[in-house]
């Protein structure tokens, strides 16, 4: 019987009692709720549906409160401290880790930076001019050349002298960090020197200063690259611009939350420099995802109902879909912050809060409401733009 079915089922539409238009293919796949042709779109009805009517009985009220509200949080990224956390203080359960409660009996009984030597290499004619700068450094402890083990005389290797330096501060830390760039300030005065500075003191000051290089050249980049593709993908100037303001605001929001927080709830000691860049990251990815499931849908039933029906209609068909996926994503990264690393909290915390600010604040009320409150120029310069027939 069931080869029979199947049979009139493949070659007839309307045949038999499991025919194709009676059950269409997929259908079972919405099991409970099975959808079907002709009833209402239940989609059109309920908390989107209420939320879509209060953008479009107060859109400009809607999106300023927003607006203002996500920019008092934007102020306060301003006392973000992400200058970088001390390996000592990356730990949140750091009072129980042997390596931190070394490093504190090390710091109380002998200079911090013993263990962890800055070296630093000089042509040897020079060589008593970098002491004598070594010397007047502030934050050094002690400075011994490198000696031949079996003679005890300074080793010469290429006509280049090596001085181990001990630093007053531990090596992970700012202070220790601030010797490393005084010392290198102060070697530009004798450039027959060459001389150069390593150890992880130094590598640790490199990487902070290249995070802090790459968040100036990466976030404007990916900025531009995006607003590229908005305006490719929705034939307007408008929006787009519009969804990356959105997002900076967004972002920035999401930093000043991050800064009270980590200040005054969990009392974190500081952020790495690298978090703002990979904050930004990953909340403008997601963020830019939800701007566009929304405005694609938005222009599909502008071209037919209008632009400001068209938004009220997006927003409500969209609304569960966005935001189920920001619970999601935000239930996701949080995991990241049972982790006993500060590091690993910090983003976790971020990205999760970041998403839930995008998906149910930015998607939901800012960006519908403003491109409600601006209208049919909101598709400028495309033909949407220009025909009377959309409000």
């Known amino acids: 019987m069931w080869i029979v079915f199947g049979v009139i089922r493949v070659y007839s539409e309307s045949g038999g009692p499991f025919s194709r238009e009676r059950f269409p293919a997929g259908r079972w796949a919405f099991w409970p709720k099975v959808p079907r042709l002709g009833e209402p779109d239940n989609k059109l009805t309920g908390v989107w549906s209420k939320l879509s009517g209060l953008v479009g009985r107060k859109p400009r009220v809607t999106w300023v409160s927003t607006a203002l509200v996500l920019l008092v949080f934007a102020g306060f990224s301003t006392t973000l401290n992400a200058n970088g956390v001390a390996t000592s203080e990356s730990f949140t359960n750091g009072e129980e880790v042997d390596s931190v409660i070394g490093q504190k009996v090390l710091v109380d009984h002998f200079p911090g930076g013993l263990g962890s030597e800055t070296i630093v290499t000089a042509n040897q004619g020079s060589s008593d ?219 976790g915390f971020a990205v999760a809060l970041g998403v839930l600010i995008d998906a149910f604040i930015v998607r939901t009320t800012l960006v519908p409401a403003l491109a409600y409150d601006i209208g049919k120029k909101v598709w400028w310069p495309s033909s949407l733009s220009k025909k009377d027939v959309f409000n």
């Open 129 to 347: 001019q970098v002491l004598s700068k070594i010397a007047a450094t502030p934050g050094v402890a002690d400075t011994v050349p490198y000696v031949n083990p079996s003679t005890g005389d300074p080793t010469t290797v290429d006509g280049r002298v090596l001085f181990s330096v001990t630093l007053q501060s531990p090596s992970d830390s700012a202070q220790a960090e601030a010797v490393i760039g005084n010392l290198r300030t102060s070697f530009e005065s004798i450039p027959d020197a060459q001389a150069r500075v390593g150890g992880p003191t130094a590598v640790a000051f490199d990487i902070n200063e290249a995070n802090l290089r790459d968040r100036n050249v990466i976030i404007p980049t990916v900025l531009i690259v995006i607003l590229i593709i908005l305006i490719i993908l929705l034939r307007a100037f408008n929006a787009p611009i519009i969804l990356v303001g959105t997002v900076l605001l967004s972002y920035f929001a999401t930093l000043g939350a991050c800064a009270i927080a980590f200040n005054y709830i969990f009392d974190f000691p500081g952020a790495d420099p690298s978090f703002p860049l990979f904050a930004f990251v990953f909340l403008v990815a997601l963020g830019v995802d939800y701007n566009i499931f929304l405005l694609t849908r938005v222009r599909e039933e502008a071209l037919l109902l209008g632009t400001r029906q068209g938004i009220l209609k997006g927003l409500t068909v969209t609304g569960g879909v966005i935001t189920s996926a920001g619970i999601v994503l935000a239930a996701t990264f949080l995991v990241l912050a049972v982790l006993p690393l500060v590091s690993l909290r910090q983003i």
